[in-house]
């Protein structure tokens, strides 16, 4: 299949404005070229010669979260996905960051995507020490906490699925992972984990990397050779490996994208073998994770887990569907716009007056966290959707 031209993919859009709502950066600041529709025009002026690369235009495209809120809200079905990632790969090569911006891609690109390293760094915070804002709450038992290599169906086995243990996930929520097979297990599915699997290239594909993502995923490719479903935890790591076959353009990239479910999704597709045991009377907001919210179309299905748990009262919260400003690296190289975001969720959050705030992504957990501390809401449980139908279909051994 020939890949769509860059040209082509700016011909769709008709400039009809339907994506402004949509734009978190346009709602905070009302600059049109912070809106999805203003950020395409100015591709289409690089792209026809009409404007030089330089800070101005590349400002503007590093403000963009790439939560790809606009692409649901586009009637024209503007793939906005892809005109983001290929404009990010040209911002890279064409208007180099400055030193400090390169120092900091180098220090987040040599830790992150290492899972092990990044585990080993994290060691201080497990002991209460926080060197950073966005520095998460962690427990010793979170550092050490991993699926095993294979995790029996409870039961008839009614499928197989192979699990990514993420990055970030691995390194920090080992207990999200292991609470996923868990809950997977209880449902029939029995989980294998891959050895030899590493980063899937989610972080460098968002950061315009292009070269390294297009690497890690054909090697991620290469370690789930042989299973019919793919499972991920991290919305983030699910998204782009669901755009695999657009990323690496082969038959078996495509055959592979086809196979990856967010653990919520599987375990929707499934659908309840164990009974859940009530929990505790527990009030639960949902945060949707952009990239499975908008880039994924996975939306009902936790909640719909959730609310099958007995004891958990599901509440929502205003503006659910806005990003918090998590969006991959963003809290990191955007920090104070991604602060202003994180504040807004926060707060909305607490308007609605939960136990438990669930979101399916790290990224969410770390920055949702860092929000709800600076108000004073430090204790506030932050957990996967997975953990909670875990705890309820076992247990014995709730993570």
Avoid at 48 to 76: K, Y
Avoid at 187 to 215: K, M, N, S
Avoid at 315 to 337: F, H, K, W
């Amino acid at each position: 299949m020939a890949e769509v031209t860059t040209r082509e993919l700016l011909d769709t859009c008709v400039h009809c404005g339907f994506c402004l709502p949509a734009g978190p950066t346009y709602g905070l600041w009302g600059d049109e070229s912070d809106s999805p529709r203003g950020r395409i025009h100015l591709m289409h002026l690089l792209e026809r010669g009409e404007l030089e690369w330089g800070p101005a235009p590349a400002r503007h495209f590093d403000r963009c979260l790439g939560c790809m809120a606009c692409v649901p809200a586009c009637p024209s079905g503007v793939r906005y996905d892809l005109l983001i990632e290929r404009t990010r790969a040209e911002r890279r090569e064409r208007a180099p960051r400055g030193a400090w911006g390169r120092v900091l891609d180098a220090a987040i690109f040599a830790t992150v995507p290492r899972p092990r390293l990044l585990g080993a760094l994290s060691w201080p915070l497990a002991l209460g020490i926080r060197p950073f804002a966005l520095a998460p709450r962690i427990r010793p038992a979170d550092l050490r906490a991993r699926p095993d290599r294979a995790t029996p169906a409870r039961g008839e086995r009614r499928m197989t699925a192979a699990l990514l243990e993420g990055c970030v996930q691995r390194a920090l929520f080992g207990r999200v992972n292991r609470a996923a097979a868990q809950a997977l297990a209880a449902d029939g599915c029995e989980v294998v984990v891959p050895a030899g699997q590493g980063c899937c290239g989610a972080l460098a594909l968002h950061a315009g990397r292009e070269h390294e993502a297009r690497r890690r995923a054909a090697a991620t490719v290469a370690a789930f050779a042989g299973h019919d479903r793919v499972v991920v935890t991290a919305a983030g790591c699910g998204s782009a490996m669901k755009g695999y076959g657009e990323l690496l353009g082969t038959e078996e990239a495509h055959r592979f994208a086809a196979a990856v479910r967010d653990v919520t999704e599987l375990l929707a597709e499934l659908g309840p073998a164990a009974e859940r045991a009530p929990l505790p009377p527990t009030r639960v907001v949902y945060q949707d994770a952009c990239h499975l919210n908008h880039a994924q179309g996975v939306a009902a299905q936790p909640r719909e887990l959730l609310r099958a748990i007995p004891g958990v009262e599901l509440v929502e919260i205003e503006d659910a569907d806005t990003c918090c400003g998590s969006a991959g690296i963003y809290n990191l190289v955007q920090p104070r716009t991604a602060r202003e975001l994180g504040g807004r969720k926060a707060h909305a959050i607490l308007a609605a007056e939960p136990d438990v705030v669930a979101t399916a992504n790290p990224g969410c957990a770390v920055q949702l966290q860092a929000a709800l501390r600076r108000l004073g809401r430090g204790d506030l449980r932050i957990v996967h959707p997975a953990e909670l139908v875990a705890e309820a279909v076992t247990p014995a051994q709730a993570t």
